[in-house]
């Protein structure tokens, strides 16, 4: 079977990413598997793919609409222009796509129709949007959430209501959002709850923990890691010795770092970039935390526990409740509860032994998201799509109503 995932960056890091990398390298084993990106920016990926997937860049521009081989600020491409207007279609609404230029959702278009057979997966609201509405329905049409439903505009869920029933299956992360989205589709199209895989790995016994908490993500307001250089503080004044180590990048960087110079944790807080072996630095720490506004089912979670590190995580929406059962095998805290956040570090730092306890019970946890497991989910659901396709009637939109 063919399959076709459309990402919006798949040069770039993030949790999307990582999660369409891993479904596309075990499912590349006994199907044609292409990636294909909206935008570009480096020569290679982040993130390790099989070179049996296929990886082609739609529109070779940065996301400014720049060429990728141009140097930053040099080119002045006509159509750059039209971005500062208003996109009147419904996917304009994501806020990734507020100013796409019309001959990228030509090209997009284009993509689309081009493909004669097989399953056409897109990633985020604006591309589930334009397979709704533009994509030829001889193709399995899936669109995947990685966030939740109710995290977005009222206007962006107005356009999923009307454009969504559209395709043939809606897949979501977790238990809420599964309910979010019936509520607001009812039964108007197939919605299956998947939750992201993570490659398997080896229970090798862990050795050599160090007194170091660690978190990872991109360095955005919704990972909350002020929150998280906040509740540090309280730790720090207990316990001197324990250090915070941040991985990832983003446009937070200055703001953490001056944050982290104000509070006096200079020697103790580290934002220690990107890295690509992020496994090698989880399984050296003691405690995973995770401290983010909102999620969608996040990967790095699901990783950390597989390597045995107990999590101490916001109960935010959505995602951390599916995976952390409280006291089992990590802590949940009231979301953005900065003193309940130190008192989870606190007590996991002060007991060794609950620590070992629940690090056991969170690998047990993330065995079930191993990718053989969920990929059995995936073949099912494509199997039973092909069986029982439905073809509703076509027509593009332009203000969230189909044209007449």
Known sequence: MNIRFLLHNAYGIGGTIRTVFNQANALCATHDVEIASVYRRTEQPGFPLDPRVRLVSLT???????RWTDKPGTNSRWWRKTRAARN?????RDFRYNRWDPLVDLKLIRYMRAQRDGVLITTRPALNLLS?????????????DHMNFRSYRPRLQSAIRHAYPRLDAVSVLTRADHAAYREALGDAVRLERIPNGIPPRPAAPVRGRTPILVAAGRLTRQKGFDLLVQAFEQVHERHPDWQLHIFG???????????????????AVRLRGLSRTLDAELA????????SRKEGLPMVLLEAMSTGLPVV????????????DDGANGLL????????????????IESPAERETLGAAARATAAQYESPVILARWEELFADLARHRTHPAAGPVLDGTPAA
């Open 284 to 291: 050296k720490a003691s405690i995973f935390v995770l401290s």
């Open 249 to 267: 990048e983003g446009r937070q960087r200055r703001q953490l770092t001056d944050l982290i110079a104000e509070r006096g944790l200079g020697d």
């Open 60 to 66: 070779d521009l940065r996301e400014d609409g720049s």
């Open 132 to 144: 709704a509405w533009f994509a030829p329905r001889r193709l399995i049409r899936i669109g995947q």
């Open 333 to 348: 805290i009231p979301a953005e509860d900065v003193p309940g956040l130190a008192a989870g570090m606190i007590r996991l």
């Open 88 to 92: 009147p279609l419904p996917h304009g």
């Open 313 to 324: 995580a916001f109960d935010c929406p959505t995602g951390p409740a599916d995976v952390v």
